[in-house]
């Protein structure tokens, strides 16, 4: 049977940082004393706008609804009340390079925070004129 499709791997990889829904991002601009404090973005926007700015290829939040984080405590979400204790999964994919420099770049926002990178690979799958160019990222030199 013929390929229909042809299909290129690339190399990616794949960040998760682990955060509180009630961490907050500091303000970023500052702020005359007349104008009201604006409301700071929960941490997780936070990171999701800045992966946007620096090109990364997709950055998702998942919540926890039951769960721990860091050795603490199991929690859960109520039915009337949401608890601000619970971790929210940030998902990051991109290239290694690009991830590695985000995190360099963010590390005031990433300090405290559970960080852990997996290699993966991207298929690309296209009909008849997909090509090596089609795809965004270069290879990645292979790992042991």
Excluded at 15 to 41: K, Q, S, T
Excluded at 98 to 113: I, S, V, Y
Excluded at 121 to 127: F, K, L, M
């Amino acid at each position: 049977m013929p390929e229909a499709h042809p299909m290129i791997p690339a190399e990616i990889g794949m960040l998760r940082i682990y955060v509180r829904r009630a961490d907050r991002a500091a303000p970023r601009e500052r702020r005359p004393f007349w104008r009201p404090r604006p409301g700071r973005n929960p941490l997780y926007w936070e990171l999701i706008l800045r992966a946007k700015t620096a090109g990364l290829m997709n950055a998702v939040a998942h919540p926890a609804q039951y769960g721990y984080s860091d050795h603490g405590p199991v929690r859960e979400d109520g039915v009337e009340v949401s608890d601000p204790q619970l971790t929210v999964c940030v998902e990051l994919i991109g290239r290694r390079a690009q991830l590695e420099q985000f995190c360099r770049q963010q590390g005031d926002l990433l300090a405290d925070k559970i960080v852990v990178y997996k290699h993966l690979e991207r298929w690309c799958v296209g009909p008849n004129g997909i090509t090596p160019a089609d795809v965004p990222q270069q290879r990645e030199a292979s790992r042991p």
